[in-house]
Every structure is written in C-alpha cells, then in structure tokens.
C-alpha cells in the first residue's frame, strides 16, 4: 500500500524544484490501494487542482483519480508544480508513459478537430448558397402568395443572408477555435510544461528539455 506524501519536504521520489515556492512543504498525500489512487489535500497553502478534458485546472480536496491524472500543486504559473500521478511508480528521468499518454490526447484531438471541421465546411456550404436561398424564397413568395417584395429588400435580403447564416453557425465556429486551444493546455511536455510540436509528439520527445 504505497503512500507518498508530496511537497518540498516530501517523500516522493521525483524533486520538486525549488522555484517552486508555491508548493508547500507537506502539500498532498497520496494513496494507492489495490489499483485506487487517491490524492488529498493536506491543507496546503495554494491548494491541488486537477486538469480536466479541456485543460482547464480545478480546485480539488480530496479525490479518487486514476494515475494518468495530471495534478497541479498551487495556484498556477512558475511557482506550482504540475505532474501526472504516474510519475511516482515512474523511474527517474523517464517519462514515455506521460509521452504515450500525450500521444493519446493528440489523436482524440485531431479527431475530434477533423469532425468539427467537417462542421464547419458544411456550415460555410451552406451560408455561401443562403444567397440563392433568398432568391428562391423571394421568387416563391410572388409566385405563389402573391407577396410583392420591393427591389431594395430583395437585395437587402440576399446581401445579408450568408451573414445571418453566419451568426446562426457562431456556436459551431467557437467550438472549433476551442478544440484548437486544447492543443496548447494538454500537449505540454511532462517535464518542462512548454507546448509540444506534432514532431516532438511523435518522437516522444521534448526538444528543450530532452525529457523522453
Ligand atoms: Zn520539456
């Protein structure tokens, strides 16, 4: 039943390093128990946050994780320390687990990427021929209820269909542009947290820190 207690004066066998002053000394314990990881809070001065689907970080208190788990201690910024819960079992100095598991990530990214685009191709389809549509509409409404629709509102109309088109498909844009931000807040390098290229993804490797 390994138990760590993880902070500057921790017993976890990887170093924290000591730019990391937002970490407190006894900051976290960690449990792991026939195959149940779980980290609690040991009342630490800047806290535990858990990094969800998004890359977004999350106060938490006390939690049962799985050891792909990627934690910060403290607040943020260069005074925290962020790792994933595996790094305990790790060897020193290795860190393909971390890299399989980012290589993991970045292919549910670009899948996920690849479905939004398909997305947005057809959202963009559909507000290029929404001119036409308006033609149609205007050209229906005469022919057929007898609706006259003066020159300058047809025009008006046709004009501004594709933008109306485009306000409707805002939703589908921003989804997008936020799957593309993911990128940078999930594919970091374990080691250093600088984002990695799709190269360094490949090879499993962070060019600045050389961590593999
Ligand atoms: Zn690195």
């Known amino acids: 039943m390994?138990?760590?207690?993880?902070?500057?004066?921790?017993?976890?066998?990887?170093?924290?390093?000591?730019?990391?002053?937002?970490?407190?000394?006894?900051?976290?314990?960690?449990?792991?128990?026939?195959?149940?990881?779980?980290?609690?809070?040991?009342?630490?001065?800047?806290?535990?946050?858990?990094?969800?689907?998004?890359?977004?970080?999350?106060?938490?208190?006390?939690?049962?994780?799985?050891?792909?788990?990627?934690?910060?201690?403290?607040n943020g910024g260069y005074h925290s320390y962020t790792f994933m819960l595996y790094r305990v079992l790790a060897p020193a100095?290795?860190?393909?687990?971390?890299?399989?598991?980012?290589?993991?990530?970045?292919?549910?990214?670009?899948?996920?990427?690849?479905?939004?685009?398909?997305?947005?191709?057809?959202?963009?389809?559909?507000?290029?021929?929404?001119?036409?549509?308006?033609?149609?509409?205007c050209s229906a409404a005469s022919s057929l209820f007898h609706i006259n629709i003066d020159l300058g509102i047809r025009y008006m109309l046709i004009a501004s269909a594709p933008v109306l088109v485009g306000i409707l498909f805002q939703g589908d844009a921003a989804k997008l542009k936020e799957i593309r931000g993911r990128r940078r807040k999930l594919l970091v390098c374990p080691n250093c947290g600088r984002p990695l290229s799709d190269y360094e993804i490949e090879q499993r490797q962070c060019s600045s820190c050389k961590a593999k």
């Open 2 to 74: 390994p138990q760590y207690i993880i902070g500057r004066k921790g017993n976890q066998p990887f170093k924290i390093p000591p730019t990391a002053t937002g970490v407190s000394g006894e900051h976290a314990k960690l449990l792991i128990e026939n195959g149940c990881w779980t980290i609690e809070d040991l009342e630490s001065t800047n806290g535990i946050f858990l990094r969800d689907d998004k890359g977004d970080f999350n106060r938490i208190f006390k939690m049962q994780l799985s050891e792909d788990a990627v934690v910060r201690l403290g």
């Open 93 to 137: 100095g290795d860190f393909s687990y971390e890299f399989m598991k980012i290589q993991e990530i970045a292919q549910q990214l670009i899948s996920l990427e690849a479905k939004q685009e398909t997305v947005a191709s057809r959202n963009n389809w559909i507000a290029r021929c929404s001119g036409i549509g308006a033609v149609l509409l």
